[in-house]
């Protein structure tokens, strides 16, 4: 289930300087029923210190899903998104779900070529966003069994044949 306890909550970074966008984002991730925490934080200065663990952000989670405006009052998206290629250069960067009015393509193209998992146009459909939501959730609990059963491969004693 989704909303188990027993899992640990999905840490969610939402970059969003809308309030209303945030609100309507925050709702929705309310209604889901996917375990989780949430981060709000309207500056790329501000996600790039959260990511960083920085600052007023020294203690922050690692992070499970980025959702991520494109225009920021200080910056764009992308500026986000190459800042955390440069902190988590390997396979275990953060999923990104892009959530945004603009249309432009050259936009889209640079968020596909810097690994960006979904790319939603606002106003956002409700059901299309949770459903990406609750995917990238599933695919934390399926990682979180991964790793466990992985861990316990490793403690089992292993069973040399003796002759």
């Known amino acids: 289930m989704l909303g188990d306890s027993r899992t640990k909550p999905m840490e969610i970074l939402l970059v969003e300087d809308g309030l209303v966008d945030a609100r309507i984002t925050i709702h929705a991730l309310r209604r889901s029923g996917v375990h989780h925490r949430l981060t709000l934080v309207r500056t790329v200065h501000e996600a790039i210190l959260f990511m960083k663990r920085t ?34 250069p390997d396979s275990a960067r953060i999923a990104t779900v892009v959530l945004t009015a603009l249309e ?21 459909s409700e059901d299309e966003f949770l459903r990406v939501v609750r ?15 992985a861990a316990g491969q490793q403690n089992q004693p292993s069973s040399a044949p003796t002759s």
């Open 135 to 149: 995917d990238h959730k599933k695919l934390m609990i399926h990682l979180q069994q991964v790793a466990v059963a």
């Open 55 to 88: 600052g007023i952000f020294a203690r922050a989670p690692r992070l499970d899903l980025l959702l991520l405006d494109m225009i920021l009052p200080d910056g764009t998206g992308l500026d986000v998104l190459e800042e955390m290629l440069e902190i988590h």
């Open 104 to 124: 432009d393509d050259t936009y889209r193209q640079r968020c596909d070529e810097l690994g960006v998992c979904d790319y939603i146009q606002k106003p956002v």
